[in-house]
T-cell receptor, first 108, second 113 residues
C-alpha cells in the first residue's frame, strides 16, 4: 500500500537550533517525494521536491531509498519557519498522497 | 501569478442540506482536485478531474459528488450534509505536464450543525 508517515504531530525548537522533520514512505515503485508547507493564514504551497535536490529557505531533504525516508532538515531554525509541513508522495498518475503533517513551532 | 479561488472561506450548514463548494482556477490547468484537511489525518483526496466532464474517485468519495462543466471550474457537492463532513476543504489544480506541483486554494471551512 502507498503510505506516507510523519511520526511527529508537533516539533518544538528554539530559534537557531537544528530542525529535522521526519517522513517515511511506503511505495512499491520509484517514488517522487515532496514537501509542502502551510504558513499561518496562507495556502498550502510546494516547498521542495527530491528530484530537484535544491535548498529552499535553507531547507533540504534527501531521499533515502534504503530507509524509505525523506526527512526535511534545516541547520538553524528561524521563527518564520513556524508552519505546518506535509510530506507527500506521487502515487502514480494524478495523485498525491499526503502524510498527516507536522507542526513546527520555533520559539524565540 | 497563479490563482486558485474558492467561493467561501467559511460556511455553516445544517444536517441534510445540499452544499456546493466552488473552485475556480485561472491557469488553464487540466487537472483539478478536492481534498479535505483534518488534524491528525492530513489531506485526503475526495475526487479529482483530469479534463472537462471527466472525474475519478479519490480515497474518500463517499457522501460527495463533483461536477466539471468548464475547464476552469470544479465543484464539490455534498448531497446531504452530515456532521462528520465538518472539515476544511481544499481545492487544487495542476498542469497535465507538471506532475509534481499542485496549486492550492485558500480553503473553505465547512461546519455542519
Amino acid at each position: 500500500a502507498q503510505r506516507v508517515t510523519q511520526p511527529e504531530k508537533l516539533l518544538s525548537v528554539f530559534k537557531g537550533a537544528p530542525v529535522e522533520l521526519k517522513c517515511n514512505y511506503s511505495y512499491s515503485g520509484s517514488p517522487e517525494l515532496f514537501w509542502y508547507v502551510q504558513y499561518s493564514r496562507q495556502r498550502l504551497q510546494l516547498l521542495l521536491r527530491h528530484i530537484s535536490r535544491e535548498s529552499i529557505k535553507g531547507f533540504t531533504a534527501d531521499l533515502n531509498k534504503g530507509e524509505t525516508s525523506f526527512h526535511l532538515k534545516k541547520p538553524f531554525a528561524q521563527e518564520e519557519d513556524s508552519a505546518m509541513y506535509y510530506c507527500a508522495l506521487s502515487g502514480g498518475y494524478n495523485k498525491l498522497i499526503f502524510g498527516a503533517g507536522t507542526r513546527l513551532a520555533v520559539h524565540p | 501569478d497563479v490563482k486558485v479561488t474558492q467561493s467561501s472561506r467559511y460556511l455553516v450548514k445544517r444536517t441534510g442540506e445540499k452544499v456546493f463548494l466552488e473552485c475556480v482556477q485561472d491557469m488553464d490547468h487540466e487537472n483539478m482536485f478536492w481534498y479535505r484537511q483534518d488534524p491528525g489525518l492530513g489531506l485526503r483526496l475526495i475526487y479529482f478531474s483530469y479534463d472537462v466532464k471527466m472525474k475519478e474517485k479519490g480515497d474518500i468519495p463517499e457522501g460527495y459528488s463533483v461536477s466539471r462543466e468548464k475547464k476552469e471550474r470544479f465543484s464539490l457537492i455534498l448531497e446531504s450534509a452530515s456532521t462528520n463532513q465538518t472539515s476544511m476543504y481544499l481545492c487544487a489544480s495542476r498542469a497535465r505536464d507538471r506532475t509534481y506541483e499542485q496549486y492550492f486554494g485558500p480553503g473553505t471551512r465547512l461546519t455542519v450543525t
